[in-house]
C-alpha cells in the first residue's frame, strides 16, 4: 500500500509540474500565433466600417486600460508605451498583403503609423460653431481624408481630447435652417492623441496632396442662383481665394450640373480638377485642410473687418469681371446731348412674379430715353454669356428673385431697381438685394407695387388680411405661398413712369 501511494504521490507530483509548465507556456504561444498570422498589422486592412469600429473599440480599451492600471497604482502611461511599442514592432515586420480596405495596389505607406525613423508630424484642429450661418473646423498637421465615409482623420493631434475626438460639421452656409440643413451630408472629423498615447491605426495614405483641401457642400439650395452665389460662391471665395489655385476643392453632395455652370470660378479658384466626395474611395493626405466655408454673417457679403486678407465685395466682383473677362469696371454718366442712351436690362420672370404688362413697360422705357434689354429665364440661365450682357448696362430693373443676383456682373456705380410685390414685402426684399448693394459699389432704388398693381385683387375681397393685414399672414408661414409664389403684378404705368424718370436723371448728364 504504501508503495502504491508513494508512486500514485510521484505521479501526481510529475503531473502537477508538467500542467504548471504547459500553463507557462500558453501565453508565448499564443502571441507567436498572432504574430505569425499577422494580425495586427491587418487592422489597418479591415473594410471602411469595420475599421471605423474596430479604431472606436481599439481607443476606448486603450483608456479603459490606462484608467484600470492607474487605479490598481501601477504605470498606465508606461504600459502604453510598451503596447505602443509592440505595435511598431509588429507593424515594422512589413507585411505586405494587398490593401483590402480602399482596393488599392499603390507602394507600401510608411505613414501607416508615426514611426521613430523620422519625427512624427504633430498635428491640430480648432473648430468655430460660433458663426450664425456656418460651422468652420481648420486643421494641419497629418490629415488623411476619406470622402466615401465622410471621415478625416487627424494623426497625433496636440488638440486631442477624449470629449472632442470625433467632431461632425454640414459643410453648409444655412445653418439656422433645419429643412436645409437636414439635406447636407455630415463630415467627420477623428482626432488622435500623439505618441505614445496612441493605440490606434490610421488608414495610409492612397495619394498626397502638396497643397491644403477645402471641403464643403453643394446640397442645399444652390440649383437658385441667389443661393448659388450668397450660400456658396461668395464664401467660397472668402475661403479659397488667399490661396491664389493651390487648393484642392472636394464636394460633398455632389451637384453635377452646379459644378458644371460654375466651372469657370471653380477653375480659379483652384487649378485642379474639383473631386466628387461622396464617390472617392482614395485616402488623400494634405498638408492642412477646412471643413465647411466662411460666411460673414450677410446675404450676398463680405465683412472686410471679419476676413483675414481684408477681402471685399467691391473685389469680389473685380474677381468676378476678369473670369469672366468683362470689359468695363466702371459706368459713368451718359451725356444726352451725345445722342447715346443708357442700357438697361430687364430681368423678366415667368409663373410668379411676372410683370403682366411687360410690352407697355419696356415701352415706357424705351420712351423716356433708355436703349432697353429684355432678358427672359431662358437668357438669364447662360451666367457666361448673361454677365457679358449685364456688364454693358448702367441700370438693372427687375421684381424681387434670383434674377436680380446678376447685378454682381454690373459695372461699378451701375444703379440696381428692385420691384416689392405686395405683401408688406420690403423689409425682406431690401435685406435680400438693397442692402448688399453699396458694398458692391453700386446704388439702389426701389418700387414698391400697390394694392392696385397686384394680381391678388383678383383673388382676394379688399378685407382680406391679404391687403387689411398682411403681417398677420407672414406670421401663419404664408409669405411664401401668397406674396411670393401666388401673385404677379400689373404695373400703373403711369406711376412707374414718373419713378423710372428720377433713375433716367441720375444715370444721364446734359
Same mark, same amino acid.
Given at each position: 500500500?504504501?508503495?502504491?501511494?508513494?508512486?500514485?504521490?510521484?505521479?501526481?507530483?510529475?503531473?502537477?509540474?508538467?500542467?504548471?509548465?504547459?500553463?507557462?507556456?500558453?501565453?508565448?504561444?499564443?502571441?507567436?500565433?498572432?504574430?505569425?498570422?499577422?494580425?495586427?498589422?491587418?487592422?489597418?486592412?479591415?473594410?471602411?466600417?469595420?475599421?471605423?469600429?474596430?479604431?472606436?473599440?481599439?481607443?476606448?480599451?486603450?483608456?479603459?486600460?490606462?484608467?484600470?492600471?492607474?487605479?490598481?497604482?501601477?504605470?498606465?502611461?508606461?504600459?502604453?508605451?510598451?503596447?505602443?511599442? =509592440?505595435?511598431?514592432?509588429?507593424?515594422?515586420?512589413?507585411? %505586405?498583403? &494587398?490593401?483590402?480596405? @480602399?482596393? +488599392?495596389? #499603390?507602394?507600401?505607406?510608411?505613414?501607416?503609423?508615426?514611426?521613430?525613423?523620422?519625427?512624427?508630424?504633430?498635428?491640430?484642429?480648432?473648430?468655430?460653431?460660433?458663426?450664425?450661418?456656418?460651422?468652420?473646423?481648420?486643421?494641419?498637421?497629418?490629415?488623411?481624408?476619406?470622402?466615401?465615409?465622410?471621415?478625416?482623420?487627424?494623426?497625433?493631434?496636440?488638440?486631442?481630447?477624449?470629449?472632442?475626438?470625433?467632431?461632425?460639421?454640414?459643410?453648409?452656409?444655412?445653418?439656422?435652417?433645419?429643412?436645409?440643413?437636414?439635406?447636407?451630408?455630415?463630415?467627420?472629423?477623428?482626432?488622435?492623441?500623439?505618441?505614445?498615447?496612441?493605440? =490606434?491605426?490610421?488608414?495610409?495614405?492612397?495619394?498626397?496632396? %502638396?497643397? &491644403?483641401?477645402?471641403? @464643403?457642400? +453643394?446640397? #442645399?439650395?444652390?440649383?437658385?442662383?441667389?443661393?448659388?452665389?450668397?450660400?456658396?460662391?461668395?464664401?467660397?471665395?472668402?475661403?479659397?481665394?488667399?490661396?491664389?489655385?493651390?487648393?484642392?476643392?472636394?464636394?460633398?453632395?455632389?451637384?453635377?450640373?452646379?459644378?458644371?455652370?460654375?466651372?469657370?470660378?471653380?477653375?480659379?479658384?483652384?487649378?485642379?480638377?474639383?473631386?466628387?466626395?461622396?464617390?472617392?474611395?482614395?485616402?488623400?493626405?494634405?498638408?492642412?485642410?477646412?471643413?465647411?466655408?466662411?460666411?460673414?454673417?450677410?446675404?450676398?457679403?463680405?465683412?472686410?473687418?471679419?476676413?483675414?486678407?481684408?477681402?471685399?465685395?467691391?473685389?469680389?466682383?473685380?474677381?468676378?469681371?476678369?473670369?469672366?473677362?468683362?470689359?468695363?469696371?466702371?459706368?459713368?454718366?451718359?451725356?444726352?446731348?451725345?445722342?447715346?442712351?443708357?442700357?438697361?436690362?430687364?430681368?423678366?420672370?415667368?409663373?410668379?412674379?411676372?410683370?403682366?404688362?411687360?410690352?407697355?413697360?419696356?415701352?415706357?422705357?424705351?420712351?423716356?430715353?433708355?436703349?432697353?434689354?429684355?432678358?427672359?429665364?431662358?437668357?438669364?440661365?447662360?451666367?457666361?454669356?448673361?454677365?457679358?450682357?449685364?456688364?454693358?448696362?448702367?441700370?438693372?430693373?427687375?421684381?424681387?428673385?434670383?434674377?436680380?443676383?446678376?447685378?454682381?456682373?454690373?459695372?461699378?456705380?451701375?444703379?440696381?431697381?428692385?420691384?416689392?410685390?405686395?405683401?408688406?414685402?420690403?423689409?425682406?426684399?431690401?435685406?435680400?438685394?438693397?442692402?448688399?448693394?453699396?458694398?458692391?459699389?453700386?446704388?439702389?432704388?426701389?418700387?414698391?407695387?400697390?394694392?392696385?398693381?397686384?394680381?391678388?385683387?383678383?383673388?382676394?375681397?379688399?378685407?382680406?388680411?391679404?391687403?387689411?393685414?398682411?403681417?398677420?399672414?407672414?406670421?401663419?408661414?404664408?409669405?411664401?405661398?401668397?406674396?411670393?409664389?401666388?401673385?404677379?403684378?400689373?404695373?400703373?404705368?403711369?406711376?412707374?413712369?414718373?419713378?423710372?424718370?428720377?433713375?433716367?436723371?441720375?444715370?444721364?448728364?446734359?
Amino acid at each position: 500500500m504504501r508503495g502504491r501511494q508513494e508512486g500514485s504521490s510521484k505521479h501526481g507530483s510529475s503531473s502537477g509540474v508538467v500542467l504548471v509548465a504547459m500553463w507557462l507556456l500558453v501565453p508565448p504561444l499564443l502571441v507567436l500565433i498572432v504574430i505569425k498570422a499577422g494580425f495586427l498589422p491587418q487592422i489597418a486592412r479591415f473594410r471602411e466600417t469595420g475599421f471605423i469600429k474596430f479604431a472606436d473599440k481599439m481607443v476606448h480599451k486603450d483608456l479603459t486600460l490606462v484608467n484600470f492600471y492607474n487605479i490598481q497604482g501601477l504605470d498606465g502611461a508606461r504600459w502604453q508605451q510598451q503596447s505602443h511599442d =509592440t505595435m511598431k514592432r509588429e507593424a515594422a515586420k512589413g507585411y %505586405d498583403q &494587398p490593401d483590402k480596405m @480602399f482596393a +488599392t495596389n #499603390g507602394p507600401k505607406d510608411t505613414s501607416l503609423i508615426n514611426s521613430d525613423v523620422a519625427a512624427p508630424i504633430i498635428s491640430n484642429l480648432t473648430c468655430d460653431f460660433s458663426n450664425a450661418h456656418s460651422d468652420i473646423c481648420r486643421m494641419e498637421g497629418d490629415l488623411r481624408i476619406h470622402g466615401k465615409s465622410a471621415t478625416v482623420y487627424v494623426v497625433s493631434a496636440s488638440t486631442f481630447r477624449p470629449e472632442n475626438s470625433t467632431i461632425t460639421v454640414h459643410p453648409y452656409t444655412r445653418k439656422w435652417e433645419k429643412e436645409t440643413m437636414s439635406r447636407i451630408r455630415e463630415v467627420t472629423m477623428r482626432s488622435m492623441p500623439p505618441a505614445p498615447y496612441s493605440f =490606434t491605426i490610421p488608414p495610409r495614405c492612397t495619394a498626397r496632396h %502638396d497643397v &491644403p483641401a477645402v471641403v @464643403f457642400s +453643394t446640397g #442645399g439650395c444652390g440649383s437658385n442662383f441667389f443661393h448659388a452665389m450668397s450660400d456658396l460662391i461668395v464664401p467660397l471665395y472668402i475661403t479659397a481665394r488667399e490661396y491664389s489655385g493651390g487648393v484642392q476643392l472636394l464636394i460633398t453632395d455632389y451637384q453635377p450640373k452646379w459644378v458644371a455652370k460654375f466651372r469657370p470660378i471653380l477653375s480659379v479658384l483652384s487649378m485642379y480638377p474639383v473631386i466628387d466626395f461622396d464617390t472617392d474611395t482614395a485616402v488623400r493626405c494634405f498638408p492642412s485642410a477646412r471643413v465647411g466655408l466662411e460666411s460673414h454673417n450677410r446675404m450676398l457679403g463680405i465683412d472686410p473687418a471679419l476676413s483675414r486678407n481684408g477681402y471685399t465685395m467691391m473685389g469680389f466682383r473685380d474677381f468676378l469681371r476678369s473670369t469672366f473677362s468683362l470689359q468695363r469696371p466702371w459706368t459713368s454718366p451718359v451725356s444726352r446731348s451725345s445722342g447715346r442712351k443708357p442700357r438697361l436690362v430687364l430681368v423678366l420672370r415667368r409663373h410668379s412674379r411676372a410683370i403682366t404688362n411687360e410690352a407697355d413697360v419696356i415701352a415706357a422705357m424705351e420712351d423716356l430715353g433708355f436703349e432697353v434689354v429684355a432678358a427672359l429665364p431662358k437668357d438669364v440661365g447662360d451666367m457666361g454669356r448673361f454677365a457679358g450682357v449685364v456688364n454693358s448696362c448702367d441700370v438693372m430693373v427687375g421684381v424681387h428673385g434670383a434674377g436680380l443676383t446678376n447685378m454682381v456682373f454690373l459695372p461699378h456705380s451701375a444703379t440696381i431697381v428692385q420691384i416689392i410685390p405686395w405683401g408688406e414685402m420690403t423689409v425682406a426684399c431690401r435685406y435680400d438685394f438693397g442692402d448688399p448693394v453699396p458694398d458692391m459699389g453700386l446704388r439702389y432704388a426701389e418700387y414698391e407695387v400697390n394694392a392696385d398693381e397686384t394680381t391678388l385683387k383678383d383673388k382676394y375681397p379688399r378685407d382680406h388680411p391679404v391687403f387689411t393685414d398682411p403681417g398677420s399672414l407672414h406670421r401663419q408661414g404664408k409669405m411664401w405661398p401668397i406674396f411670393l409664389e401666388g401673385q404677379n403684378v400689373t404695373l400703373d404705368i403711369g406711376r412707374f413712369r414718373r419713378f423710372l424718370q428720377q433713375v433716367y436723371q441720375s444715370v444721364t448728364t446734359e
